[in-house]
């Protein structure tokens, strides 16, 4: 019989990310203060996301993969104190080197963060595996639309050293992440009692089938975050372009939109598992194509209505389709998340620049008429297989089956 889903234990993870990507958010925050203080030119502003993302992101699968065979219940807080040592030295350095390590220091706590906590939610969950991820996800979007305005309002006007002060954050995550760890522990000592009865085998899909879905899946992360990509990034300039609005509207339109990608990203999860991960990804890919389509050309109040719309149903996609990873590939739950959070990471670091260089060289409201038939890439749900809820191939006694317990 399935067990309780242990929701102090999500609210944790899900407050932990919230201070994680709060964290990790301030590094492009303070480029501008940056950029200035150390007398740097955009290449080697760029060369900074590159090291940060290169950390976060190539890292996360390997970490995943080591973890599923070795599992190390206390390694979020060793994640952590990599982030807590990142921001004290980027609080300090006077050398561009250093801002390289720093940044190098902080993505590696991402990496270790983002596959090991996304383990913990699903054992955490009693079976209701959508709506643990969507709970810790929305933790994470949270944190990431506060970075900027925290930059803005401490970091920007006392300058670099005022970074260390969100060190007291990385602590508190650490304190709480021990606690995790403590359970994470012991639940897993539970279920090895039980692990007999509790195994689950292998998905019952051919490797071919789930290697082509775990392709069309990767294709929808893209498509999702190179639009998300192009709204986070530029959606103020596009703004203030198009419509001649101040910084300021701008700014709260952008904060409308991340509010609705944090309320969108809970959705997904709990409607994925009562009514299918696949109709999920079916609505909300290709649900939002007649309203990108629509946006570039209509008027400001129907920009921000639009723009709303598109971030609530979009954001709803990640939740189910790691879940549905997760499901395809049972027993490597962290090499899973740690590979759909890495692309992710990596693909909106890459569609920024990639979209920045159109914009020079066309102009801000063409990457909005370009992206606007990104959400296409949804028909490629077609070719996903059908899993029912609660018939998935990896759902197990207690919700966790062999994705708690891996083995080595």
């Not at 940056?34 to 390997?62: E, R, W, Y």
């Not at 709970?135 to 260390?164: C, D, E, H």
């Not at 990104?374 to 609660?390: E, I, R």
Request: a positive charge.
């Amino acid at each position: 019989m399935p067990a309780a889903t242990a929701l102090p234990v999500l609210f944790a993870i899900s407050f932990c990310h919230l201070l994680n990507d709060m964290m990790q958010a301030l590094l492009p925050a303070i480029y501008p203060m940056l950029k200035t203080s150390f007398h740097l030119d955009f290449g080697q502003v760029g060369l900074i996301t590159f090291t940060f993302q290169l950390t976060a992101s190539l890292l996360q699968p390997a970490i995943g993969l080591y973890t599923d065979h070795h599992p190390k219940p206390y390694s979020l807080m060793i994640g952590m104190g990599s982030t807590l040592v990142g921001l004290l030295f980027l609080s300090v350095t006077r050398s561009y080197h250093g801002l390289l390590l720093a940044a190098g220091l902080v993505g590696l706590g991402s990496a270790v963060f983002h596959p090991e906590s996304s383990r913990v939610a699903r054992m955490a969950s009693g079976g209701r595996h959508g709506f643990a991820q969507s709970l810790f996800q929305v933790g994470g979007n949270t944190g990431s639309a506060i970075g900027p305005l925290v930059a803005a309002f401490i970091v920007l006007p006392r300058g670099q050293t005022s970074v260390a002060w969100f060190s007291a954050a990385a602590l508190v995550a650490i304190l709480v992440l021990w606690r995790v760890g403590g359970w994470y522990r012991r639940h897993r000592e539970r279920v090895v009692a039980v692990r007999a009865p509790a195994k689950t085998g292998p998905s019952t899909l051919p490797p071919r089938q789930v290697r082509l879905a775990l392709a069309v899946l990767v294709a929808l992360i893209f498509s999702k975050y190179i639009y998300l990509t192009s709204i986070s990034s530029y959606f103020t300039f596009y703004l203030i372009h198009r419509f001649g609005v101040g910084v300021q509207s701008s700014q709260l339109h952008l904060f409308a939109f991340l509010a609705a990608v944090a309320a969108g990203t809970i959705i997904g999860g709990p409607v994925g598992d009562r009514f299918g991960r696949k109709l999920v990804i079916w609505c909300s890919i290709l649900g939002v194509l007649p309203f990108t389509l629509v946006m570039p050309y209509v008027n400001l109040f129907w920009t921000g209505v639009l723009s709303v719309v598109i971030g609530f149903v979009l954001a709803s996609a990640f939740s189910a389709i790691l879940v549905y990873a997760q499901e395809l590939v049972p027993g490597r739950i962290g090499m899973i998340s740690g590979l759909f959070f890495g692309f992710a990471f990596g693909i909106a670091g890459i569609g920024a620049a990639v979209l920045g260089q159109i914009a020079d060289r066309t102009s801000i409201e063409f990457v909005y008429h370009i992206c606007a038939f990104l959400p296409a890439l949804g028909l490629l749900a077609a070719w996903l297989p059908s899993m029912q809820p609660g018939h998935e191939p990896s759902a197990g006694a207690a919700g966790v089956g062999a994705d708690a317990v891996p083995t080595s």
